[in-house]
T-cell receptor, first 118, second 113 residues
Framework: DTEVTQTPKHLVMGMTNKKSLKCEQHMGHRAMYWYKQKAKKPPELMFVYSYEKLSINESVPSRFSPECPNSSLLNLHLHALQPEDSALYLC?????????????????FGPGTRLTVL | AQSVAQPEDQVNVAEGNPLTVKCTYSVSGNPYLFWYVQYPNRGLQFLLKYITGDNLVKGSYGFEAEFNKSQTSFHLKKPSALVSDSALYFCAVRPHNFNKFYFGSGTKLNVKP
């Protein structure tokens, strides 16, 4: 299985709602990522989990809260979002860098969740 | 600072002609280099990567890329373009000692019949 799945595909929420995005992979990858992508722009890194621990947080506002319950799952909890947070949210996974400096595998991306904040 | 540049926002080519999508980078050390393609409303799909070895790398769907260390470039090429190659292409770089990928701004490839 070389697939990263994301649910839901589309999400519309108000600024006071609480929702969660889910990501799952069964490739045995131990690094998982959340990206935000605006139309026709490159993905912007939000968070990186390596071996289920948060390793990179790109100064993302606290209204976005990531969670990695186990090595296959990654969640992004959303609360009190703003209209400018509307975007395609992409999850990806890869083998992480090992202590020996290896682990250079490519990222596998999910299809994304199209989020609209009203 | 680490950066990846894709100098062309858009590349237009006729079907059957060769195509090149350019990428240059400024990353410390010997980074790992990648190309991804994105179709509308889809995630990114991996095309190819350069880690070490032969400077010409072959990937999916007939694409290849040439690594040039002196020019810090990793241009994507295909000998004969197809209309179905029309999409958004991203170059990405990962430092060898850091688990973060840096993406270029993307190049929209238009292949006309």
């Amino acid at each position: 299985d070389t697939e990263v799945t994301q649910t839901p595909k589309h999400l519309v929420m108000g600024m006071t709602n609480k929702k969660s995005l889910k990501c799952e992979q069964h490739m045995g990858h131990r690094a998982m990522y959340w990206y935000k992508q605006k139309a026709k722009k490159p993905p912007e890194l939000m968070f990186v989990y390596s071996y289920e621990k948060l390793s990179i947080n790109e100064s993302v506002p606290s209204r976005f809260s990531p969670e990695c319950p186990n090595s296959s799952l990654l969640n992004l909890h959303l609360h009190a979002l703003q209209p400018e947070d509307s975007a395609l949210y992409l999850c990806a996974s890869s083998q992480p860098r090992t202590s020996g400096g290896k682990g250079y595998n490519e990222q596998f991306f999910g299809p994304g969740t199209r989020l609209t904040v009203l | 600072a680490q950066s990846v540049a894709q100098p062309e926002d858009q590349v237009n080519v006729a079907e059957g002609n060769p195509l090149t999508v350019k990428c240059t980078y400024s990353v410390s050390g010997n980074p790992y280099l990648f190309w991804y393609v994105q179709y509308p409303n889809r995630g990114l799909q991996f095309l190819l990567k350069y880690i070490t070895g032969d400077n010409l790398v072959k990937g999916s769907y007939g694409f290849e890329a040439e690594f040039n260390k002196s020019q810090t470039s990793f241009h994507l090429k295909k000998p004969s373009a197809l209309v179905s190659d029309s999409a958004l292409y991203f170059c990405a770089v990962r430092p060898h000692n850091f688990n973060k990928f840096y993406f270029g701004s993307g190049t929209k490839l238009n292949v006309k019949p």
